[in-house]
């Protein structure tokens, strides 16, 4: 887990309420994904940032917003509308190639996951 | 479309034993396919990629995989399992920049 934080370990959130889960790394790494996982499903995209300023939708975007200000940063919101928020949260990153390849032959290091119980 | 396919929910395998983990993939062009560990209440750890030369792939904690493209597969393999190697693992492929996992198998090694 080494570079990337991730906070709080465990969240609750009454329905209705907005959260922001916190992902910061000191890798120096230009792209940050954030993923969910559901027992049996694996780990699927919410959003995911090649740079700062810019991020794009993953598989499973509805319900949740990011924003990339800074590059070592990568929070995401859980809004209201996402209708079962319950799940795993885990953040990654990793390195672009010079030349703007994209870093799609490097693999994603990951932060250690933030629980989130909807109660 | 860019997938990956673990056929088996969960491995079993006595410690001491060889052990195989399986994964297949259907890409259009070349694959760049990964294999990661994730220990219970934890993030995933990287354990090896195939990008491209030798078909057998070595990596972390003396797991190593084998990329077939004839039967389009990259199973992961240690040659005797520890009590410690229990874990789910997963594996994935690239697509575009973002990596498409599959659901995940998990190893229970008994002593």
């Known amino acids: 887990d080494g570079g990337i934080t991730q906070s709080p370990k465990y969240l609750f959130r009454k329905e209705g309420q907005n959260v922001t889960l916190s992902c910061e790394q000191n890798?120096?790494?230009?792209?940050m994904y954030w993923y969910r996982q559901d027992p049996g499903q694996g780990l699927r995209l919410i959003y995911y940032?090649?740079?700062?300023?810019?991020?794009q939708k993953g598989d499973i975007a509805e319900g949740y917003s990011v924003s990339r200000e800074k590059k070592e940063s990568f929070p995401l919101t859980v809004t209201s509308a996402q209708k079962n928020p319950t799940a795993f949260y885990l953040c990654?990153?990793?390195?672009?190639?010079?030349?703007?390849?994209?870093?799609?032959?490097?693999?994603?290091?990951f932060g250690p996951g933030t629980r989130l119980t909807v109660l | 479309a860019q997938s990956v396919a673990q056929p088996e929910d969960q491995v079993n395998v006595a410690e001491g034993n060889p052990l195989t983990v399986k994964c297949t993939y259907s890409?259009?062009?070349?694959?760049?396919l990964f294999w990661y560990v994730q220990y219970p209440n934890r993030g995933l750890q990287f354990l090896l990629k195939?990008?491209?030369?030798?078909?057998l792939v070595k990596g972390s904690y003396g797991f190593e995989a084998e990329f077939n493209k004839s039967q389009t597969s990259f199973h992961l393999k240690k040659p005797s399992a520890l009590v410690s190697d229990s874990a789910l693992y997963f594996c994935?492929?690239?697509?575009?920049?973002?990596?498409?996992f599959g659901t995940g198998t998990r190893l229970q090694v008994f002593p």
């Open positions: 990654a990153s990793s390195m672009r190639l010079a030349g703007g390849a994209g870093g799609r032959n490097n693999e994603q290091f």
């Open positions: 890798l120096n790494h230009d792209a």
């Open positions: 940032s090649q740079i700062v300023n810019d991020f």
């Open positions: 890409v259009s062009g070349n694959p760049y």
């Open positions: 195939y990008i491209t030369g030798d078909n």
């Open positions: 994935a492929v690239r697509k575009t920049d973002k990596l498409i």
